[in-house]
């Protein structure tokens, strides 16, 4: 059998442009937190309508009624909560705010206890920075909650976006400096 040769596509291009795509967008959402947060809402609650009509498919392959009952009714809760933050986007924002809170609350805390177990290991500094800086957030969530609704998601979610373009741009341009001859 013969090998097919596939063309080698270059993704560095694709990379860039992906990239600074990311960036705009990552900024975009910085400067409008509350409509990126809005927007980031309104895709969870979708995503949760498809998980619950994923169950309640998954029910009929069930054996027993308890099982199928069971996947029914989490099926109809997933349903009722993502219609729920749909047509209630806001209160979707302040909830999911609280639920970010306390992860970032949670990440800090284990930041700190992993920093402790391992200080005198070389370069664990930054778990003590993470768990402190994770900390400082989750204490300005809480002590803004809700009005705090307004920025978090959205500047958290622009600020992933934009360090994901910024990824996505320096990686081929370090490539490209690296096959360059000198």
């Known amino acids: 059998m013969g090998t097919t040769a596939v063309p080698h596509v270059h993704p560095t291009g694709w990379s860039i442009t992906v990239g600074i795509l990311l960036i705009v967008l990552g900024l975009l959402a910085i400067a409008a937190p509350f409509l990126a947060g809005l927007a980031a809402t309104v895709v969870l609650g979708w995503l949760i309508i498809i998980a619950g009509c994923g169950h309640l498919v998954y029910a009929w392959s069930e054996r027993g009624a308890g099982a199928i009952v069971w996947q029914i009714l989490i099926g109809v809760v997933y349903l009722f909560g993502g219609f729920y933050v749909i047509l209630h986007p806001i209160g979707g924002i302040v909830a999911l705010t609280l639920v970010i809170g306390f992860y970032i609350g949670a990440e800090g805390v284990l930041e700190l206890a992993t920093f402790f177990g391992v200080r005198r290991l070389p370069g664990t500094g930054w778990f003590l920075v993470d768990g402190i800086v994770s900390l400082v957030l989750a204490a300005l969530i809480f ?13 958290l979610l622009g600020i992933s976006i934009l360090m994901s373009g910024i990824a996505r741009l320096t990686m081929p341009m370090y490539r490209r400096r690296m096959l360059l001859p000198v």
């Open 143 to 155: 002590f803004h909650w809700p009005a705090s609704s307004v920025w978090v998601i959205g500047t």
